[in-house]
C-alpha cells in the first residue's frame, strides 16, 4: 500500500500542529519520546522533525512533504515546493519576523554600525547573506539559546531574534535596527514526490482539509427563521462571506435563513435579529470552511 510521509513540527508549532490536523478530521497520537506518531489515516505515515530540519528532510526526499516556517527554508536554502500557507493564528498574526536588536543605550542606530561587530542568532546561514548583499562585514556567530540575555550581558553586540509583536525585545530593554525577514508557515512538498500522481493527489486533499479546519476558526454558522415582511430588514444586518441561503418553509410566508460570520459578530447581531422578528435562532460550531 503507497503512503504519504508527512513531517510535524516539533516543538513550539507541534500542538498548534496536531489541534489543527485534529479540526481536519485527523486524530494524531503521539507516545513518550517517540518520533512516531500514530494517526488514523493508514495511507498517511508521520514523523515529527524539529521545524529548523523540515525542509532538509523534504528536499533530501526522506519525507515526501512536511510544515515548517518560510525562515528554516530560506536558513537552508532547501529546493521544495512551497504548496500553501497555513495561517495558525485566528487571523490576528499572520507572520512573525526576524529582527536585528541591540541593547536600548547601544550606541549602534543603523546597520552599517554593526561593522566589525558580532551578532548572534539561530539563523545564521540567512544572516550572513543578508550582511554579505548589504556589503557589511559583520562576525555571525551560532547562538542555542537565550540569545536576548547574550546581548544584554555584551557578549555579543546585536541578536537577530524571532519576535511576533516585539514585546519580548521590549521587556528585555532591547530595540529593534531593521527586519531581515518575515516568515509564515507552511506546507512544503519533495518536487519528486509531487509528481507521482497518487502522492500529489493525497498531498492536495491533506490540504484541502487543513485549510478548510484554518479557514473555519473564529467563525459560526447561525440559522433563523422570519416572516416575509422582515426579511429584507434582517438581509441588511448579515455580513456575510457571500449572500446567505434562503429558503421557503412549509408555513405560509416565513423563510429559513442560514449564514456563517465571525464569531466575534454573534453577540451584535442574535439581539439584532431578534428585535427584527426572526424566530428559532440557532448558532452553531464549524470544524471545516470549504470555499
Do not use: H
Amino acid at each position: 500500500m503507497k503512503t504519504l510521509k508527512l513531517g510535524i513540527p516539533k516543538g513550539s508549532l507541534q500542538e498548534k500542529t496536531l489541534e489543527i490536523f485534529k479540526m481536519a478530521g485527523f486524530n494524531i497520537y503521539v507516545s513518550g519520546r517517540s518520533y512516531f506518531p500514530s494517526i488514523d489515516d493508514s495511507e498517511i505515515k508521520v514523523m515529527l522533525i524539529r521545524a529548523q530540519e523540515m525542509s532538509r528532510y523534504v528536499e533530501d526526499g526522506v519525507l515526501d512533504c512536511g510544515i515548517t516556517g518560510e525562515d528554516w527554508v530560506l536558513e537552508n536554502n532547501s529546493d521544495v515546493l512551497r504548496l500553501s500557507e497555513l495561517i495558525y493564528a485566528k487571523r490576528t498574526l499572520t507572520s512573525v519576523r526576524w529582527v536585528l536588536a541591540v541593547r536600548d543605550d547601544s550606541k549602534i542606530r543603523k546597520l552599517e554600525d554593526l561593522k566589525g561587530k558580532r551578532v548572534a542568532t539561530e539563523l545564521v546561514n540567512y544572516t550572513k547573506e543578508f550582511f554579505k548583499k548589504k556589503r557589511i562585514n559583520v562576525d555571525v556567530e551560532f547562538s542555542w539559546g537565550a540569545t536576548e540575555v547574550k546581548v544584554k550581558s555584551g557578549l555579543v553586540d546585536a541578536i537577530v531574534e524571532l519576535t511576533e509583536t516585539g514585546e519580548s525585545l521590549r521587556a528585555n530593554s532591547l530595540k529593534e535596527i531593521a527586519t531581515l525577514c518575515e516568515s509564515t508557515t507552511k506546507f512544503i512538498a519533495n518536487k519528486s514526490a509531487y509528481k507521482d500522481s497518487w502522492k500529489k493527489k493525497k498531498m492536495q486533499y491533506l490540504l484541502l482539509l487543513l485549510k478548510g479546519a484554518l479557514d473555519a476558526r473564529g467563525k459560526v454558522g447561525l440559522k433563523l427563521n422570519v416572516k416575509k415582511g422582515n426579511l429584507n430588514s434582517i438581509l441588511k444586518l448579515l455580513p456575510a462571506l457571500k449572500k446567505p441561503t434562503v429558503s421557503t418553509l412549509t408555513l405560509k410566508d416565513w423563510y429559513a435563513l442560514e449564514v456563517i460570520i465571525d464569531e466575534k459578530d454573534v453577540k451584535r447581531l442574535i439581539p439584532a435579529f431578534k428585535e427584527k422578528g426572526a424566530q428559532g435562532i440557532i448558532e452553531y460550531p464549524l470544524n471545516k470552511l470549504i470555499y
